[in-house]
């Protein structure tokens, strides 16, 4: 059994339009030491699985179903203040405002030694001391001072770095960034990536990288998850991601994005048409209305049969009725056309 | 030689910073745009790009003076506007219009579709061959959207579809220059891509320049014909794209092109990072002499007192810097396209990151992994 193992998770929301059927059947699992990156285009239950890890979700709000289980516990099964004790301390989690976490009108000092007081039995200039310690470690500079400026006294990378540091101070297992660096310059961006590869290097923990930035992705992860409207579509090694890519969506993503690395002069390849409604999918296959290549498969299946999530090689998950063949040709033309050339 | 479609000449845009109180006494002033001098020529593109607050929309507003600038000229097809009222910009409104980043907010939500996309014929007393209506409607099947949805609200469409709407208004009055401000940055990349070649081909339609202020690089490159780098205020270089990104001179267009995250896991480790020291200096404060100077991994003394000057290195290619990099950085600039690109892997992903994180910790300056051990 893996550190983390989510097993088909299922969260809806009932709202005045209807049922919305935000994650449907999402299995994953993570180890130690590991980075999984989930992407996916805007709605596509991203964040709404990852709080349904951490607990985040009003269970009485919210119909959730299928298990979590983090080392051995299965937090789903669990009472919801025993899910509690372990946020911030054996989970924790980094967002893309780091405003979400941090309170505008403390101190960070106060707020970061009441972080370390909650989940340890430790005085407060102790607490201090390990939170100094963190905040350099983060790479802030005079932490001792620093410590004590309010969160709007910092820039917005510096905030970025005290809400991790304020993640890492229980030194926890189970580290989940949903889009950390988003809003951020890609100057600065590069030196948040570089401080997460350095926490999972030396931390050992699992990390689940949220993003929408198939570039961010291919820096960080070990594994890449691709959702497309509440379901994983595509789930694979990032070498195998980027190398042979065979979901249709996630083809179209590969030939959408502009990239330093392909020819500029070669015309963006979008896919068609926009996101289904969640609460009304489309049957079938939820991709079939923007796909390409449905026409492909016999009897119109796409939009009958929901396609399995099936093995397409070595740890590699697809959701899709094409052939394999017909699968890994498409994969090598897609990636081909990205610099002008044709098989 | 002709003259260019856009001429901007030294041009600042300052804005008051007043005292609280009463009295409200100007104490300092935001150097948003501190003298930039660019041109953009019929038909093409020049991408205009930089880290938040370096002074984009502004340079992009006081360009189509929806701002007053504080000093310099705007040059527009051949009319100096800098200094013209509201009321006599009117009919250079034609010439010039501008798409937003935000369609959500750009778009009045009580207003039809049919009417936003009118309404420049209105404000200019333009009667259309046909009719509003059906200019409005063909604008519409132009741009991909439904004519059909020519009664329907803003809220009615999503995000790609306003950003359409706002750009069938720019369009409408047949413009020889769009200012397109961040034009795709909050669309879903399946979308930004519609959108890119929406605009490439508008282009090639209707002969039109765009000035393309964006942040991301990777979109920048795709669109643009000639880039410039702004940052604090000023313009560090201007070349031409296949320049600007094989053959960048001024470190920090090195620095931020070593930091654009590439979606290949092969370059991953294989990549050097120039990681910028500090942060962001305030524009109420820059620093003298060169701007870049606190941050800048090639600065002497003689930066932090003489303000280089943009000077032109080669035929279109202007470089702002005492110490220009002329020599290759090695590893940081991905030239073109790569082979790893299409090979296909063995199955073997066993830690793909190991080579990354190798990299990161052979560059030294990791106080992370210091401290644990
Ligand atoms: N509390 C809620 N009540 C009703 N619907 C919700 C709620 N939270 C999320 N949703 C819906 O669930 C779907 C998935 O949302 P989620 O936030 O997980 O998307 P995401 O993939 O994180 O997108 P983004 O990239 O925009 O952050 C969306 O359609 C969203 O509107
Ligand atoms: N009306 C204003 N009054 C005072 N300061 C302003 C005003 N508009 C902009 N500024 C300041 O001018 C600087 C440049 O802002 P601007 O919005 O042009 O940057 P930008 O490059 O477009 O950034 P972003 O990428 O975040 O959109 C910033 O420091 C900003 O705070
Ligand atoms: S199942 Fe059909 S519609 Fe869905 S991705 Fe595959 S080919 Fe396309
Ligand atoms: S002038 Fe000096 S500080 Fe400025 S960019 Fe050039 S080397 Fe760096
Ligand atoms: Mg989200
Ligand atoms: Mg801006």
Known sequence: MSFLEVSNLQ?????????????????????????????????????????????????????????????????????????????????????????????????????????????????????????????????????????????????????????????????????????????????????????????????????????????????????????YAGRVVEYAPVETLYGQPQMPYTLGLMASIPRLDRDPDVRLDPIPGNPPSLINL?????????????????????????????????????????????????????????????? | MTTPLLQVEDLKMHFPVKSRGIFRRVVGQVRAVDGISLHIDSGETLGLVGESGCGKSTAGRSIMRLLSPTDGKVILDGVDITTLSRRQMVPHRRTAQMIFQDPYSALNPRHTVGSIIGAPFIVQKVKPVGGVRKEVQELMARVGLNPEHYNRYPNEFSGGQRQRIGIARALALKPKLIVCDEPVSALDVSIQAQVINLLQDLQQDFGLAYL??????????????????????????????????????????HALMSAVPVPNPQLAGKRERIMLQGDLPSPINPPAG????????????????????????????????????????????????????????????????????????????????????
């Not at chain 1, 805007?42 to 299928?66: D, E, P, Y």
């Not at chain 1, 296959?285 to 009897?299: E, G, I, K, L």
């Not at chain 1, 052939?323 to 994969?331: F, G, H, T, V, Y």
Request: charged letters at 20%.
């Open chain 1, 11 to 227: 969260v809806s929301f009932p709202t005045e339009d209807g049922i919305v059927h935000a994650v449907d059947g999402v299995s994953f699992s993570v180890e130690r030491g590991k980075v999984l990156a989930v992407v996916g285009e805007s709605g596509s239950g991203k964040s709404v699985t990852s709080q349904a890890v951490m607990g985040l979700l009003n269970r009485k709000a919210t119909k959730i179903s299928g298990s979590v289980v983090l080392d051995g516990q299965d937090l789903l099964a669990m009472d919801e203040k025993d899910v509690r004790k372990l946020r911030g301390g054996k989970m924790a989690m980094i967002f893309q405002d780091p405003l979400s976490s941090l309170h505008p009108f403390y101190r960070i000092s106060k707020q970061l030694v009441e972080a370390v007081r909650v989940h340890q039995n430790v005085s407060k200039s102790d607490a201090r001391k390990q939170a100094v310690s963190m905040l350099d470690q983060v790479g802030i500079p005079a932490p001792e001072r620093r410590i004590d400026d309010y969160p709007h006294q910092l820039s917005g990378g510096m905030r970025q770095r005290v809400m991790i540091a304020m993640a890492l101070l229980n030194n926890p297992s189970l580290l989940i960034a949903d889009e950390p660096t988003t809003a951020l310059d890609v100057t600065v961006q590069a030196q948040i990536i570089e401080l997460i590869q350095q926490i999972q290097q030396v931390s050992d923990a699992a990390i689940i990288f949220i993003t929408h930035d198939l570039g961010v992705v291919a820096e960080v992860a070990h594994d890449v998850l691709v959702m």
């Open chain 1, 282 to 343: 489309p049957s079938g296959c939820s991709f079939n209305p923007r796909c390409t290549f449905s026409d492909q498969v016999a009897d119109g299946r796409c939009s009958v049969e929901l396609p399995d999530l099936l093995s397409a090689g070595e740890g590699h998950l697809v959701r899709c009725h094409l052939p394999i063949e017909i699968r890994k040709a498409l994969s090598a033309e897609t990636l081909a056309a990205l610099n002008g050339g044709v098989l």
């Open chain 2, 212 to 253: 393309f202020v964006a942040h991301d690089l990777s979109v920048v490159r795709q669109i643009s014909h000639r880039i410039s780098v702004m940052y604090l205020g000023h313009i560090m270089e201007t070349a031409s794209r296949d320049v600007l990104y094989s053959a960048p001179q001024h470190p920090y267009t």
């Open chain 2, 290 to 373: 060169c701007v870049f100077n606190t941050r800048c991994f090639k600065v002497q003394d003689r930066c932090r007192v003489e303000v280089p000057e943009l000077i032109e290195v080669a035929p279109g290619h202007q470089v702002a810097c005492h110490f220009p990099i002329t020599e290759s950085l090695g590893t940081t600039l991905i030239t073109g396209p790569n082979p790893g690109l299409t090979e296909q892997p063995d199955n073997a992903p066993d830690s793909p990151n190991a080579a990354a994180t190798n990299a990161v910790f052979e560059a030294g300056a990791e106080p992370w992994a210091q401290r644990q051990s």
